[in-house]
């Protein structure tokens, strides 16, 4: 579970986020996020479940100050995520159901791209990446190209990846969705006890109840456009709890199904 109790400092705020898009023919507006509003603890694990066309991805996207919101606010650490974006380079990093390596590049160059970009000298970045690979489980692999690995390994690069630049907050899109049951469960543990030792914030979007359960310390449910509708606390240990899990998953595919719709034209 979590680190993060009741007493960590705020680390996210999402306040009254609305996001609408309108298309180039048409005219047509379209409400991906509305009136969304919680906030995450420093040293949070937090878990968004929603159907497809939730607007979890885009609320992803406005996260990480790569859209604009049509209203409300998202503030990190008080600052706009814009802001922090652009002057806290590789403190925020997202993992996503893709590994999008580079084909040309070895593992550890790979891994050491967020630390290239951040203007890290050769030697500290190789050293830095090489020592992420063998955390992940990737010893012996640092000079494999991405074709040489399983879809499990590349994934293990670029959890590597994510990791290397220290960041304070790790986004996870649907991060272990494209691989079969066994690497999935084997990356989810491994990954787990990363996060616990770097003490960060993570937020992840996933389709899996199972998942949410076994990762998050907390799980929203969204509707759709996006909107928190039913929140969970995960006790430690419950996911454990057999009788507790089915319960807990049967309630939140209720909210998901009672909640979720395709996005509407907006009022």
Not at 92 to 118: H, K, S, V, Y
Not at 202 to 228: C, K, N, W, Y
Request: glycine share 8%.
């Amino acid at each position: 579970m979590s680190p993060a109790s009741g007493t960590a400092p705020e680390k996210i705020r999402v306040r009254g986020v609305r996001k609408l898009f309108q298309q180039k023919q048409g005219g047509r507006v379209t409400e991906a996020i509305r009136d969304l509003s919680f906030s995450v603890a420093e040293g949070e694990y937090l878990a968004i479940v929603g159907e497809t066309g939730a607007g979890k991805s885009v609320f992803f996207d406005c996260l990480l100050g790569l859209k604009d919101v049509s209203a409300g606010e998202i503030l990190i650490d008080g600052t706009p995520a814009e802001r922090f974006r652009r002057n806290r380079i590789g403190k925020m990093t997202r993992i996503f159901q893709e590994d999008r390596l580079l084909p040309w590049r070895t593992a550890t160059d790979n891994a050491a791209m967020g630390l290239e970009i951040q203007g890290v000298a050769t030697a500290r970045r190789v050293e830095t990446a090489q020592r992420w690979l063998h955390a992940v489980g990737l010893a012996g692999f640092e000079q494999a190209f991405p074709n040489e690995l399983s879809g499990g390994m590349r994934q293990r690069v670029n959890i590597a990846r994510a990791f290397a630049t220290g960041p304070d907050i790790l986004l996870m899109d649907e991060a272990f969705s494209g691989l079969d049951e066994v690497t999935s469960m084997r990356l989810r543990q491994d990954f787990l006890a990363l996060a616990h030792q770097q003490r960060m914030t993570f937020l992840m979007i996933t389709h899996s109840i199972d998942e949410a359960l076994v990762l998050g310390s907390r799980i929203l449910v969204f509707g759709a456009p996006a909107q928190v509708v039913h929140e969970v606390r995960v006790p430690p240990g419950a996911a454990h709890d057999q009788a507790w899990v089915d319960a807990t998953k049967a309630d939140i595919k209720r909210w998901i199904s009672e909640h979720g719709r395709m996005t509407r034209n907006a009022d």
